[in-house]
């Protein structure tokens, strides 16, 4: 095949005819074209030569050109592609390093192979543009709804031709035991785009909780007009979901907006799920009351909120408790994912028998540290007092509202109890040090001998131990594994130690050691404090 009049203008047609066919540019199939063909000619004159091809956009004519490069007299590698000064003397005027020469060299005869080979060239070229748009196209397109038509089934993941591509719906993106066929048409959440080596690749969901949002917003003007927003949404693929609204504009009941005359928004969103049972639910700031709405249908009696743990407990009559649990604990799973805390459902009765063994339990801790009745001991739980320092550091006022309790009883009172404390203390120092506790996390400044001889029970003996901990190991807290909350049990955790207090102490003890330069924490602080700032303008 030779490149001739003949024929140059059919490279330009064939050019536009693949990027038409394909929606890209044709500039880029005529450069995959140029590099074809400096491949095919390099097989001719030697790979070594640095042969380049240009097609004028015009006509289509193909120029081959001979590129040499002019380098230092010790740095020649490549003869056939470059050149000393003193060589290019012969060819060019005042040569300096750096400078090409370009000579125009006979066009080449292509052969079978080297027309095979500029064909995968441009195959290759055309594949990458034709992924690059596809790329383009869908990036943009992450947690919107797609419609497309099903093109086959592999291994249970659905193909589906979204139109200038194809889609994956993998099988367990699926809702229940959905099957399809060809050409049956799908409307799918569109979850995720990343390139790949052979491709975009698009994958899609029908079981995404966006996916149910996305379709409210499709059936409800409100939502796409931001009227009303959805705040959060919890889904058993088909099965059941709970969606949580709230209206920016009091006229307007956000529930009811949802629902639709006769129920016809909701339901076209119910047929577009298999028939997911949907309850929608109004958002509300206040978590106890937001949640007592998640868990309807079943009534509540009370809730208790643990904000540090993100657990909350939540007593429900005994009639109630099957159905605030849920068929297979459905219900308060969706409640938990849609409040994004941890529910623990009790009776009223299971409610009272532990709000009285915590009142025994204190009763009895009076009882023997401060030598008291029972009778005396019970009254001071009745008035909140849950521990010995509360009654020996509470203000004496707070005493002699109880009956019966007069100055000298109540400064009796914390006579004993600060005693105790210090009684308690010191034999909490002592087997501290026994166990190898050093003077260094002794005095540390936060930490109390019982916070001390825990650290030392779990081998944190030492200010350099100490340093060494994160947050978490003193604080506890809690990690997700397998979509399922777990307790991490801290050292410190039993007394009352948040995390923010355990993060200062460690970084406090980083900073006595030398670990740490205080000028760069408090740099950090007023970055921090900046970023708030600037936040809090853009809200404002």
Known sequence: MAITSANQLELLQTAEAVAREKMIDPALVVEAMEESLARAAKSRYGSEMDIRVSIDRKTGRAKFTRVRTVVEDDAVENYQAEMTVAQAKQYMDDPKVGDTYVEEVPPVEMGRIAAQSAKQVILQKVREAERDRQYEEFKDRVGTIINGVVKREEYGNVIVDVGRGEAILRRNEKIGREAYRPNDRV????????????????FLSRTDPQFMAELFKMEVPEIYDGIIEIKAVARDPGSRAKIAVISYDNSIDPVGACVGMRGSRVQAVVNELQGEKIDIIPWNEDQATFLVNALQPAEVSKVVIDEDAQRIEVVVPEEQLSLAIGRRGQNVRLASQLTGLDIDIMTEAEDSERRQKEFEERTKLFVDALDLDEFFAQLLVSEGFTNLEEVAYVDLDELLVIDGVDEDTASELQARARD???????????????????????AFEGLTPQMVLALAEDDVKSLEDFATCADWELAGGWTTVKGERVKDEGILEKFDVSLEEAQNMVMTARV??????PTELEDDAEEADFDGDDDEEAEA
Do not use: T
């Open 187 to 202: 409307r799918c959440y569109i979850k995720d785009v990343r390139r790949e080596q052979r491709g975009p690749q698009i």
């Open 420 to 442: 105790v404390i210090e009684a308690q203390a010191k034999a909490a120092l002592d087997k501290a040090r026994e166990l190898g506790a050093e003077d260094s996390l002794i």
């Open 512 to 517: 006595m050691l030398g670990w740490v330069d």
